[in-house]
């Protein structure tokens, strides 16, 4: 167990709606980042956030988008969602944005 | 832009040694961390490697070699337990944004046999 939590663990959405998607970080961590895992691949980063603010961005398009609140846990929200959406979502904490990341169960997300 | 490679697949028995190796090219290099990955859960933490040379913990080493932008990932005594998904991960510089980004391998899967 890290401490991170993720909610919710699955979800099924159909195309074009949008989802926001829960990380708490563990206790003490002021960074998290999010990430895609297609099945099969590896994560791919989306993007980071530092003390609510964005600190870094992967390839993708600005449908994706975060928050990050005072007591640091984040959301990511995905608009005008598409087939390939599909993938497990997965945030990692750490105490700070250089240390090791520690990764949540993830959240099942399925577009129809 | 980086490339991380690594074995797709591996197969080894029970009790034996396995060596996963990893290649990477990147710029501003920052660190190489492995994660262990189960079917339908999150990865976590095995190893993290910043110098050259070997980081020993329990069952499970690491070696870098950042000159050759090298990895491998060395498990003695298999259990049957490490069969899984084995990511390889490299931080680096995101020179733009002043932050550091890290990018997965695609993973090998290990299986482990009696």
């Known amino acids: 167990e890290t401490g991170v939590t993720q909610s919710p663990t699955h979800l099924i959405k159909t195309r074009g709606q949008q989802v926001t998607l829960r990380c708490s970080s563990q206790?003490?961590?002021?960074?998290v980042s999010w990430y895609q895992q297609a099945l099969g691949q590896g994560p791919q980063f989306i993007f980071q956030?530092?003390?609510?603010?964005?600190?870094g961005r992967g390839n993708f398009p600005p449908r994706f988008s975060g928050l990050q609140f005072p007591n640091y846990s984040s959301e990511l929200n995905v608009n005008a969602l598409e087939l390939d959406d599909s993938a497990l979502y997965l945030c990692?904490?750490?105490?700070?944005?250089?240390?090791?990341?520690?990764f949540g169960p993830g959240t099942r997300l399925t577009v129809l | 832009g980086q490339n991380i490679d690594q074995p797709t697949e591996m197969t080894a028995t029970e009790g034996a040694i396995v060596q996963i190796n990893c290649t990477y090219q990147t710029s501003g290099f920052n660190g190489l961390f492995w994660y262990q990955q189960h079917a339908g859960e999150a990865p976590t933490f095995l190893s993290y490697n910043v110098l050259d040379g070997l980081e020993e913990k329990g069952r499970f080493s690491s070696f870098l070699s950042r000159s050759k932008g090298y990895s491998y990932l060395l498990l003695k005594e298999l259990q049957m337990k490490d069969s899984a998904s084995y990511l390889c991960a490299v931080r680096a510089a995101d020179s733009g944004a002043g932050s550091y980004q890290l990018t997965f391998g695609k993973g090998t899967k290990l299986s482990v046999i009696p």
């Open positions: 206790s003490g961590h002021n960074t």
């Open positions: 990692a904490s750490s105490p700070t944005a250089v240390d090791t990341q520690y």
């Open positions: 956030y530092y003390r609510e603010e964005e600190n």
